[in-house]
DNA sequence: GAGTTTGAAACT
DNA sequence: CAGTTTCAAACTC
């Protein structure tokens, strides 16, 4: 009645925050109240660009990724079903980054372990140096079974019953605000939307928690280490456990920490404070009866829909045990997705900082930066660190180009490394030229890594499957013939990955080096000669830059756009298909039918379209003429052609088969085919592959606007031979979304510029997704915005 | 590993 | 803008 607790089961959580419990629960603790979660998820879901300046936090920006994904995912029926599935689907799907983090998205939800507060929170650990210095092992240790406490593992039902949850909230969650849920649908509706608002409570808590998990990781008190295993644990279960890792962590910070306390009051809000967590231990007494009352109150709030997380929380250690591996490999996409996201949420932040809409984003941006601060200082090598992050950028450019496989992504993490060094990227930054797009990106990534070391860090983390497979490219890089060297990629199936050139006359300051074109310094597995692009010639290589982009503003953007911004996700086939993503200029083939690499489209893993100016072409990833078959001639020529696309069509999957088989070998994690990579396009490993976006990778230019985004996603998993990293690696290309980025290209995509011109697409189409195009679904491209600079960079 | 082919980049 | 040359990757043997 007059109590506030019943008029909190009633509201939704906006109104929660400001029902009279939630006052209450306020009361109780100098916990300022985090309310920009919720306004930060709405906005994401409405627009995306929003999303990624609003949350200038990296965490926060994964979770809303992996929110958007889950989304998408689940609207897709299948989805639910297996996470696994899921995953290896993912691979398949065009956008590489977004796919796969969607992938792992649906994982942790179908996984008992897997939580999307696990994703959060994993982040913030990575973020916190945690990856860097701490290596794998508290990683691991996470994904350990003793650490995870899956409440949920047991059951897939539970699972199931999660996703599905999940997956409806997606489309109520925008409307959710608004709706109250009348009806019993709406009623259902309404669970769910508290479910995912605590989740995105959780998100927003995350990042606090994060920050706090961070803290204890740099304190390096064994309780930090503690407490953050049971922050991951709690992950598991997304909202539920959520609240439970956040209590006890809080218990043990609560000195100090305002975020702590924030993360208090969400997670009261959320309802769910799980004494039963092993976490709790952390936590003190007085905390505890302080959490108690808040749980008491929140679960009278949040009845309902506790009733249902409570079925799963009832879980105990059990469920740890489950399917360890899976959550660890889920947490390695999760790092992979965040860190990307999280970079590109940094870079944002940075933006955002002047530019936030929303006083309670820069809030949150701040105190993310802080964080950033904080770990800065643990940084191990100033370059190690620097190069993973950094890379993301520059990497989308090159995950542009070929986002082949994972392996890619090690490439680049080396590649990512002579990027930081690159003195280029101030000037790139500066450089208002749009077509530096996804330069920019990387370069403003690797300003911004530079000015915040913890973002670098984060960015690390993201990178951690492509750290791992960076050591593994240092191993290789020993070897001394350069040939040798980049064969061993491209068996890997990343092959173009790692950027080495070969060049002799061009003295790597032209776009015939790649590893010039892709931003990044030549390094030892060149085999360049009279080489200048090198940190030595700083100075040559900026001025280089700037004559080859007063020439042409986009020389250095990635060369496959993804279009995901237009067609995105309304279109998945859009997304899936090649036809989104499209090489920036077309090729000009003659005589490879678009069938080989000579093919920058075909090597892009992208179909050709009107723009190129190739002769027969038979792009497997989609013909010239395909593409754009608007007159009923070309319809019949492509009847008549689609024998040849056919056969292109196996060639590719015989290509795709084998990358597959490679992964698998390399990794036992399920890899994303290659051609989902290349449709991708992200930015965010490598090359043109990637998967757009995100990508990382999307980034960038192309891949930025993808899914993947350019995260692009990252490239498919990408297969360390260790044990470790294959556990976290799995990650998705995205490459990364791209890298990237990647990935991703906008879906914009191609702006197409008369065929036999060079196309200039201006950067911000391509890359920054503007915001008026975004519509509620392209929401769901998180990569986006977290690669994408947004050109903000000036 | 050497040589050839190919098409982008650069140049005119 | 078109044509030519240069260049280095991709490919073949």
């Not at 490993?685 to 899914?707: A, H, Q």
């Not at 065929?755 to 997704?769: E, L, Q, T, Y």
């Amino acid at each position: 009645m007059d109590t506030p607790e019943r008029n909190q089961i009633g509201t939704p959580k906006a109104k929660f925050e400001d029902s009279p419990v939630f006052n209450y629960i306020n009361s109780l603790s100098p916990i300022k109240p985090v309310k920009s979660v919720h306004i930060t998820q709405t906005f994401s879901s409405l627009s995306f660009a929003s999303l990624p300046s609003v949350f200038t936090s990296p965490h926060v920006s994964a979770h809303k990724e992996s929110r958007f994904l889950r989304r998408h995912n689940t609207s897709d029926p299948s989805k639910p079903e297996s996470s696994l599935e899921s995953g290896n689907k993912v691979s398949a799907n065009e956008d590489a980054a977004q796919l796969y983090i969607n992938s792992e998205e649906l994982r942790e939800d179908c996984v008992p372990g897997v939580s999307t507060g696990e994703d959060s929170v994993e982040p913030s650990s990575e973020h916190s140096k945690f990856v860097i210095e701490l290596p794998r092992n508290l990683k691991y240790d996470c994904g350990s079974p003793d650490c995870r406490p899956t409440t949920r593992c047991g059951t897939e039902a539970h699972c199931e019953l999660e996703v599905a949850d999940l997956s409806a909230p997606l489309v109520p969650y925008v409307q959710k605000t608004s709706e109250e849920g009348s009806s019993n649908d709406e009623a259902h509706l309404q669970i769910i939307c508290q479910t995912l608002q605590r989740k995105e409570g959780t998100g927003c808590d995350w990042e606090s928690l994060i920050s706090d998990a961070a803290d204890l990781l740099i304190f390096d008190s064994p309780n930090g280490t503690e407490a953050f295993k049971g922050l991951m644990q709690n992950s598991l279960d997304p909202a539920t456990r959520f609240c439970t890792s956040l209590a006890p962590q809080l218990t043990q910070n609560d000195v100090n920490d305002e975020q702590n306390v924030q993360v208090l009051d969400i997670v009261g809000s959320g309802g769910q404070l799980e004494t039963e967590d092993p976490s709790s231990q952390y936590g003190e007494a007085s905390q505890l009866e302080r959490t108690e009352q808040m749980e008491d109150h929140l679960n009278n709030c949040m009845v309902s829909s506790q009733s249902e997380k409570e079925d799963n929380k009832v879980e105990t250690p059990m469920q740890f045990n489950c399917k360890p591996a899976v959550l660890n490999l889920q947490r390695g996409l999760r790092r992979r997705c965040l860190d990307f996201e999280m970079a590109g949420a940094r870079r944002k932040s940075l933006d955002n900082v002047s530019n936030s809409s929303s006083n309670m984003l820069s809030q949150s941006d701040e105190k993310i930066t802080t964080n950033d601060k904080q770990l800065v200082p643990m940084k191990p090598g100033g370059e190690s660190s620097r190069c993973i992050l950094p890379g993301i950028g520059l990497h989308l450019n090159a995950l542009a180009k070929t986002s082949k496989d994972y392996k890619i992504i090690k490439c680049e993490s080396l590649a990512y490394g002579r990027q930081l060094s690159l003195p280029n990227s101030t000037a790139d930054i500066h450089s208002p030229t749009g077509g530096q797009g996804p330069v920019h990106e990387s370069f403003s990534s690797a300003s911004s890594e530079r000015d915040m070391d913890g973002t670098e860090n984060g960015v690390q983390l993201a990178h951690d499957a492509s750290q791992e497979p960076a050591f593994l490219a240092n191993e290789e890089f020993n070897q001394n013939s350069p040939k040798k060297k980049r064969r061993r990629f491209e068996h890997a199936g990343e092959t173009e990955s790692c950027k080495r050139c070969n060049c002799k006359k061009s003295k790597c300051l032209k776009l015939y080096c790649e590893c010039f074109a892709a931003g990044v310094y030549c390094i030892e597995p060149c085999s360049c000669q009279e080489c200048f692009n090198k940190p030595i010639h700083e100075d040559t290589v900026l001025a280089t830059r700037k004559q080859i982009e007063s020439r042409n503003p986009l020389a250095f953007a990635p060369k496959v756009i993804r279009s995901s911004d237009s067609v995105p996700e309304l279109g998945e086939e859009s997304s899936k298909t090649p036809a989104s993503a499209r090489h920036k200029r077309g090729c000009n083939c003659k005589k490879s039918s678009c069938l080989k690499k000579y093919c920058e489209c075909y090597q892009g893993g992208v179909g050709c379209s009107i723009s190129c100016r190739c002769e027969g072409c038979k792009n497997a990833f989609g013909r010239k003429d395909g593409s754009f078959i608007g007159t009923e001639a070309e319809l019949d020529e492509e009847e008549a052609e689609a024998c040849e696309k056919s056969v292109a069509e196996k060639h590719q999957q015989k290509i795709e088969i084998q990358k597959n088989e490679e992964q698998r070998l390399d990794s036992a994690l399920p890899t994303t085919p290659l051609r989902l990579s290349r449709q991708m396009v992200s930015l965010p490993f490598s090359s043109k592959n990637k998967p757009p976006r995100s990508s990382v990778f999307s980034i960038g230019g192309s891949s930025s606007g993808l899914y993947t985004s350019q995260k692009l996603g990252k490239p498919n998993i990408l297969r360390p031979e260790s044990k470790f990293e294959r556990h976290s690696q799995t990650v998705p290309e995205d490459e990364m979304p791209e890298i990237l980025q990647g990935d991703g290209s906008p879906s914009t995509g191609v702006k197409t510029a008369s065929p036999n011109s060079k196309r200039v697409c201006p950067p911000n189409s391509d890359f920054g997704p503007s915001p008026g195009r975004r519509t509620g679904r392209k929401l769901i491209l998180q990569s986006i915005p977290s690669f994408p600079s947004l050109t903000p960079q000036h």
